[in-house]
Structures are given as structure tokens and as C-alpha cells.
């Protein structure tokens, strides 16, 4: 089963629900908004595509601006257009593959040979128990990802559970770093990681709205399936308002459905994939941040 | 084993064949012809896409005329490309879905209990023993599935198959009726049903040609994997003239191949899917309707 | 597994390495620029597309110049584009099916009936133990394939394996010949047949460099599953840069990985495919050609 979120347009387009969810705190506020630095340009572009994580959940948007490869002033009219469009994916990848990053559950063999730090090296003493993806929520290193991806680390009760989180620097290099649970809501297979980075290293992914998605545009996911890490499958919105269940066995409504491959561990592609609405991920997780669980379990 | 048809322009441009298949009564014709108050300028645009359906049947057209989205206007050319082509395949789902129907095969547990119309409503006394795809034919309510997704009621000697098909109104609300077998061909693996129902509330698909398909063109199947209605899947045409296992263990030739995935119940797509041409479904289904059974079996 | 390689532009941009693998010999290079009467305007377009070959190899390059399609001439701007899209891959289907050849790997059940040609004709004495796909890499019918497709015929000790190849000629009829074995190298999974054709009959691929993908650009695969001949599927360079398995236990470093549906033997594609970028092949397949191996292994 799949999970995920995805989302294509400028976080200042979030409007906040007019509900009870809606959110209060402006420390919550400033969270959600904090890559409102991103260009805003990229509004008007939100329907064009949205991106699917894969069994991770995701995120990115076409950047604006023409193509810097100087054959496409020469070619003729025609040839430009598979060009462009061929361009724009590729640039679809490259704008965002830095927001998406790749998690390792690690467990570790014996606790009492544990000393700080080192838990998240992989070593004798540690075990990779699973792997799977998440996105850059914002620039003081909150992560999404799926609740399934972190459930061991979840429900640690002999603190032997730790989340080696990969991600990319500026110049495109891969560093990592122990990933600390904030808040997960198994309700909707979602939980919020932070890693202890700085800011400026930080690009966290572009969100946008699923209100306005329609069955046939097109969907982009990154993930690492295998371990391939940031590997870019292609597809389209194959149905909206699905309903798929969650890990703790209720229903999640609204998931998009899509024919991007995406592989759920069984080492075939049904075609047939889900993802949790980005609307749903935004609701979601102010609260995991600040509470540590959603809207419905906070009281 | 994948199985069907699709479409891609307008049924006047339906040539009979001249052979002794060809239909001969008015009766025929005007069956045929139920939906020529479909526009005429489809047919120039025959050769854009084709519509491959999932495990079932189905069709579709590319709608034409300008888009409703006002962005579109105001967006750079460029970017306008990409746009167009993500519209074009939303509008080819939005108008052809509305001809894809759903069907589920229904045994009744016990018949001595069964009264009337009750016999297609899912209770204790029904078992649902399969579900698959088809496509409305015309105004009168006739229904064009694979043989396979109805061999149950057409092999039925105990009177306890049911046929309960999902249709979507004018007002895109789902509604269902017992699909009655008219007629059938193994040899095909085609078969027609029909409902009882008010011709205004029907959308039969724009069925086009498959004489002039070509490998690489675009291909869109609408299907219900797993329940999950009117799911689109894209791809193209894999190949032309294939040979497939027709369900009396004969061969279909001129099968068309698609990539696009379509789950043939084992949860896997293989990315190696068949389509019966939409030709031998127009040549067969009149014969299906008045005779019940294809020409070469008519004697 | 998957495997190999592909190609987009013209072989006059093949630039050969500057290191001690370098091609020296006159013969060779002969060889390698066999093909070189190719048009040279498909050099501009190398970024356009690329071929990724299915469980194979592959091919391939856009054709230029107008469609032949008159209905394009008269459809509206906004429709253009997409037709033009669709009539681009379609194209690239046509003008690179040619070169991809089809395999059987066929054993002597009783090695004592053999008598010459008869070998490789499929009769009673005759097992076909496995198909592949394979490239003419030029016009004196070197034909290159992966090992892992002839590693029977490269590792038989008792000379029962034969293999034969189906080609296709000027007028699109396909024929076969016996391809004996010129040299293998299971570190790349590469091998180059060769088969007795007069050059005008063949058309050998028009090859490309690998330097220049990036994750993002258009994927065509044409390869042979189950045996149904010159199958396209499509998809996106998924990743570059990737590490997998050789046949002979090592590491292929720098494959391409797709999510083409590509079909490894297990009836289910997995939406994670690997092809040797051309670049790997371009280096190797002179050295196979003159020596019979690679060029590690020539000394």
C-alpha cells in the first residue's frame, strides 16, 4: 500500500481550514509558513502538476523561466515543444529531489554498547530494520513522512529504535543525520521527524493544494524504492476520492490514486497506487508539531 | 489476460464491412447508428488518441474547443504547452467516463428465495463473484463487455447468475440496473448486455477505428481495478497485430498491445496488456444483438 | 534484471576515450563508424530522447521533418501540439524498430543429427531454451546483445547451442540468421554476434551518448517480451548513476534506471529497470569485436 502526499503550488496559496482544525497559535503559524521565501510565481503554475511521493510522500513544482540549454533558441518550433516538455520534467526533478529525503529505521542490536551519536551509525551493533522517504517540511528541519515508515520508532517502548535521515546540502552532497520523532497520527499514516540542521542547508518542499486536482493530470513521484535513493517515476492522476486503509485499520479518505510506479515493497508495481492528499498533510501537521498528535487525539 | 476494445472517432465514420459479414437489416443499422447525434468533428481528430480499455472495454474521444480555465489565457505560450496537453487528457477522462460502466457478477445463494428485481441488490441471500468493465453502445441501454466478465450468467443453467451493472447519469451520480444478456462470443471474448433504461440518461462512447493505429500513439484505458471506479491509466500502443488466448482457447488476432497498466486480478501489471480493436467489436456486436451470437456461429 | 543500453544522437559524436581505452586500430574504427552515412542533423537533437532497450538493448533517434500526416496541416495550433507529441513517438518507433533484433537461444537435443545450416531451424531436434533482444551496431551484421541472453552459446562445451537471429529488412519482412558468437564480457553483461547479411539490407542503430541524461527525460524501449516482436513501452529516466549486478558477480557501475515497463522474466514489471548506458557499450563492444573480450581481460 502507498501512501502519500505531494503538492504543487506556493505554501501562501494554504489556506488554513475555516474548522475547528483550522490553526490558532502563531508559533504554529510561523512553522507552516516558513518557506514563504520560495518565489511566488509559482502560484499560477499549481495545476499544472502535482508530485506523488512513493511510499513517502512529497512534494515540488515546474519552476518558472526559460530553459538554459542554448539549442532550443536553433531547433525549429516544433522540435521545441517535445523539448520543453521533456525539459520541464527534468526540471520538475531537479527542483525538487533536494526536499525529498530517504530514511533509515535502525535498530540497534544490544542498548547497553550504545553511546550517543554513534546509534545512528551503522555498525555491528545496529540492524536496518526498513527504509522508505519523506519531505523538508520547513527550514528548522521538520520532516513528513508515513507513520508505517517510523512505526518501530513510534511504539519504542526499549528505546532501541532510531531514523538515520539522508539528505542533500547545497552543493548537492548527501549528509545524515538522527531523525527525533515529534508526532505521528497512524489515522492517516503520517509523522512528523526533526533533524538538527542548519537552516541555509535546508530546501524545504514546495506545498500546494489538492482541492483542485483532476483524474488525468499528470503526477511525478520521488522516492527510493530498494534503495535507489531520488528516483523520479512518471503517471497520471488515475482517480480521486479514494478511500485506503490506515495503519491503525480505519479508513483514509480523499487518496489520490495513481499509475506512477511506485512499489510497495513486493517488487512489482500494481498500477494501481495511492497517495494522502497534500489538503490532508497541511491540516495534519501543525498539530503533530506542536501536540505531537492530530487535531482529534489532542485533548 | 487483458482483453479489449476502444475508439477513437465518430461511429459514422463506421464503414460495414462489404464482405458477407456485413450488417444487412435496417434494424441492424439504426443499432448502430443510436449515437450519430454525437458531433461530426470528432471524426477529424480520429488519430489522436485511443482509449484501451481495462480488463473490460472502453472508450472515448478527445473533447475539442477551448478550455475553461482562465489561466490558460494568461500564462506564457510556453508554459501553455504543457498546460494544453494536461488539460487535453483531463477532458479525454471527463468525456469518456461517463460511458464506462461497472459490473458486477452476482450468484444468488439460495433461489428458491429470490423475487424480481431483488435479485441484482447485494444481501445475505447474493454473492458478488466478480466485477469488471464495459462500455455503453448505444441510447437503447446495450452494453458492450468481454465474455469473460460474464461467462458465469452466460453459462448459467440453474438461473442463479445476475448481472448488476453502475452507471453514471447525466448529473455524474452513479446508479445501477440488472444487466439482461443479449448475446455473446467466447471466439471474441465479447458480449452485450442491456439495461433498462431512459435513453436521455445514457452517454454511449464515440467509437472510432483501430485501421489506423500506429505504435507509439497515446492510449488512455478506463477501468475499475479492485472495485476502484473509473480509474484512468495511460500509455501508449506497445504494438499491432498481436495473437491472445481467447477465453474458448482459440486465438483473437490483431490484438493491440498498451503498456499502460491494467491489472489483469493478480495485483501485478506486467506492462503487457491486450486490447481487442474496436474493428472486430463493431463487426461483432450487431450480430450480438440481433442473432446473439457473432456471424460465424449465426447458422 | 535488466540491462543495457541506448542511445541518442548521431555515432560521429562519439568521441572515444582518451584512455588507454582508446580504439587504435584502423579496423576498428571502421567498424565503429560503419554507420556513419547516417544523417547528421540527428546530432542537434541528441537530448531529445532517449532509447533504453528491454531486457536488451536498443536504439534509436527522432526522424526529423514534417509528419506526412496531411490532417496536420489543417487542425488547430492548439491541437498540433499534442498530435505532434503523439507523431514524435511514433517516429522514434519507426525509424529504430529496424535495428533491434530478436533472439533465440536454441539447443541440439542430439547433437549427431546436426548437419550445417539445419542448426538453427526450429525442428524436432531443437530446444528453444530462451529469447532475448539485441542492436546492429553496424552494417557487416555485428549485433550486440547481452551476455546474459548468450551465455549458454558462450559457455557450451559440447557445441549444441546455436542462436538465431530475426531481422528485419528493407521492405519490413523479417527474416533469420544463425549469429555466431564474436565476444562476450559477463562484467558489462555485453556480447557481440555476428550474422552473414549483405549491408544493404540492414540498418544498424544510430548511437548516442549516455553523458548528457538527465532523470527527467523521455525513456523508449523496444524489446521482445513473451516473443511478441518490437514492443514499445515508455517511461522516464528514473536515475542515473546506479549500481547493479553483473552475470558475472560484480558491479555494473553508472546504469540507467527507468520505469519503462520492462519485463525481467518474472511477468510482472516493477516499475525499477536498469539499462548499460551506451556510453559503456561504445567503449566495450570494439574491443569484443577485435579480441573477443573486453579490454581487462585482453592481455
Request: hydrophobic fraction near 35%.
Amino acid at each position: 500500500m502507498v501512501v502519500l502526499g505531494f503538492l504543487p503550488c506556493h505554501l501562501s496559496s494554504f489556506h488554513p481550514p475555516t474548522t475547528a482544525e483550522s490553526p490558532k497559535s502563531n508559533g504554529l503559524r510561523s512553522t507552516v509558513y516558513a518557506s514563504s521565501d520560495l518565489p511566488k510565481r509559482v502560484l499560477i503554475r499549481r495545476r499544472e502538476s502535482i508530485v506523488v511521493a512513493s511510499s513517502s510522500i512529497l512534494a515540488a513544482l515546474l519552476p518558472v523561466g526559460p530553459t538554459s540549454n542554448p539549442s532550443f533558441q536553433n531547433a525549429k518550433a516544433e522540435e521545441d515543444e517535445f523539448q520543453r516538455d521533456e525539459e520541464r520534467v527534468v526540471q520538475i526533478f531537479q527542483g525538487t529531489s533536494p526536499s525529498v529525503v530517504f530514511i533509515k529505521d535502525i535498530q540497534i542490536v544490544d542498548p547497553r554498547k550504545r553511546t550517543g551519536q554513534i546509534d545512528v551509525d551503522e555498525d555491528e551493533n545496529t540492524r536496518v530494520e526498513g527504509t522508505g522517504s519523506g519531505f523538508l517540511w520547513d527550514k528548522t528541519g521538520h520532516i513528513v513522512t508515513n507513520y508505517h515508515v517510523v512505526d518501530k520508532l513510534a511504539t519504542d517502548t526499549r528505546g532501541v529504535q532510531r531514523c538515520k535521515v539522508f539528505l542533500i546540502d547545497a552543493n548537492g552532497n548527501t549528509f545524515s543525520k538522527e531523525g527525533k520523532l515529534v508526532g505521528s497520527d497512524p489515522a492517516y499514516d503520517l509523522a512528523v521527524l526533526k533533524v538538527d540542521v542548519e537552516g541555509n542547508k535546508l530546501k524545504p518542499a514546495v506545498i500546494g493544494t489538492s482541492r483542485d486536482l483532476r483524474v488525468g493530470q499528470s503526477c511525478f513521484a520521488i522516492g527510493n524504492p530498494y534503495g535507489y535513493e531520488h528516483t523520479l517515476t512518471t503517471g497520471v492522476v488515475s482517480g480521486l476520492g479514494r478511500e485506503i486503509p490506515s495503519p491503525n485499520g480505519r479508513a483514509i479518505r480523499g487518496a489520490i490514486q495513481t499509475d506512477a510506479a511506485i512499489n510497495a515493497g513486493t517488487g512489482a508495481s500494481s498500477g494501481v497506487n495511492f497517495a494522502i492528499p497534500i489538503d490532508t498533510v497541511v491540516r495534519t501537521v501543525p498539530y503533530l508539531i506542536v501536540y505531537g498528535t492530530s487535531v482529534s487525539n489532542r485533548f
